[in-house]
């Protein structure tokens, strides 16, 4: 039985994997294992098929769906293998399923049902582009089993009332919350001008846009926004004129603390605010940029070249591409690969998937994911704790 399902696994991604051209032409195989699916009690034998059809399938939107699906989805939407359960919902909605969509709905919508169920219910709606999606996303902002997901996926929609709905659960989200919101409401300019204003009033402190985030909002390249982003932050350069007076400069700010200029805990703070969702260091991460653990971070100078002139040299694979989609919808990241007709792009906060037919424009900027002025925010001693702390040589407790 062993060797039986790997051959069938074999033959879901050779028939998955082959156009729609080439599928019409050899239709037996698919029905063969459609057939399969419908009449076996198998569960490691469903779960190879489905597995091999979802691989060939990954990144294909709305085909046709195969004959005797139906039957697949009726009676093996309710399986006992919760995988198996899986499977067969993702594939139903690539075969543009509306009764997988209408489920699907109702278990992200559900506040009974468990969290994680809900958070996979709304990417798969996502993956399959549901046009009632927007909506439901709207009514769950509010809801914190849910709302990291609704806040990311948000973006995905030009609609004037999301801002509205966001900034007014601002004061209640968590810190990664928080970073999701902005990162949503820096993604378009009708999104970032309700966000301006809120900064301009307070109601959105200053400091939690880094400048990531800031220099997101001067990717928009609009007029009106560069007006309010020089009132708020005043004028910004990319470089400094003087890179070694620069780093001289934070040097001594550093050693103005004395034989231990910083307090490694709090620097470790400090690292989760403007380091840690997009570097990995000791224990914890993103994966955006390098992993720093084993980086020469007992160099003071070293650590200053690094985070005051992060353009200076840029490896390919760090290099920040900027796709603009027909919607407008701004998204700065690291092109990762392609599947089928989708973009995947590394984010801060996220992997996005762009379909190729949506997007407007692609450019490769010239700058790396990490943005020149990141500490300009900072106090002097936040700037010393954050230097001690990274050059330690282990990890350290948080505060408690």
């Known amino acids: ?20 051209e080439m599928r019409a032409a050899a239709p037996e195989a698919m029905t063969r294992m459609v057939r399969m699916l419908a009449e076996t009690d198998d569960a490691q034998l469903q779960l190879d098929i489905l597995r091999g059809l979802s691989a060939g399938f990954r ?8 004959a005797g699906w139906e039957q697949v989805e009726n009676r093996l ?21 509306q009764g997988a969509l209408k489920a699907l709905r109702a278990l992200a919508a559900d506040p009974k049902a468990e969290a994680g169920a809900r958070r996979n219910a709304l990417d798969s709606l996502m993956a399959s ?52 919101a902005l990162n949503t409401l820096v993604s378009r300019v009708n999104f970032a001008k309700p966000l301006l204003a809120a900064v301009g ?20 390249r609009n007029p009106d926004l560069e007006k309010q982003i020089t009132q708020v932050w005043g004028v910004m350069k990319d ?32 690292y989760n605010q403007v380091c840690a969702q997009c570097h990995h260091l000791f224990d914890s991460g993103g994966a955006v940029g390098p992993d720093i653990t084993g980086a020469n971070r007992s160099d ?13 040299v840029i490896p390919n694979e760090y290099r920040q591409t900027l796709v603009e989609t027909k919607d407008g919808r701004l998204i700065s990241g690291i092109v990762k690969g392609q599947e089928g007709g989708t973009l995947l792009i ?34 002097e001693q936040q700037v010393r704790d954050l230097l001690y702390y990274l050059g330690r040589p282990g990890q350290v407790p948080l505060p408690k």
């Open 129 to 180: 582009r549901d046009p009632d999606l927007r909506a439901l996303l709207q009514r769950l902002v509010s809801d914190t089993a849910v709302r990291g997901v609704v806040l990311r996926q948000l973006a995905a929609f030009d609609d004037g009332a999301t801002p509205g709905l966001i900034l007014a659960e601002y004061g209640k989200l968590a810190a990664g919350e928080k970073r999701d």
């Open 201 to 220: 009033a307070g109601t959105v402190p200053r400091t939690d846009l880094t400048a990531e985030l800031v220099r997101q909002l001067r990717n928009l």
């Open 346 to 379: 590394q984010t801060a906060n996220e992997v996005v998937r762009v379909a190729v037919a949506d997007i407007a424009t692609r450019e490769q900027a010239e700058n790396s994911m990490m943005p020149e002025g990141l500490v300009a925010g900072l106090g």
């Open 77 to 97: 939407g309710g399986s006992a293998n919760g995988d198996v359960r899986t499977l067969v919902q993702t594939l139903s909605l690539t075969f543009g399923s």
């Open 239 to 270: 470089t400094s004129p003087d890179m070694a007076k620069e780093i001289e400069r934070y040097k001594a700010l550093y050693w103005k603390g004395g034989s231990t200029p910083g307090d490694a805990s709090k620097g470790r703070v400090v």
């Open 1 to 20: 039985m062993k060797t039986l399902n790997w051959m069938v696994c074999a033959a879901g991604l050779l028939v998955a994997g082959v156009t729609t």
């Open 300 to 312: 003071l100078e070293y650590l200053l070249q690094n985070i005051l002139f992060p353009n200076a």
């Open 59 to 66: 990144g294909q939107e709305r085909l046709p769906m195969p």
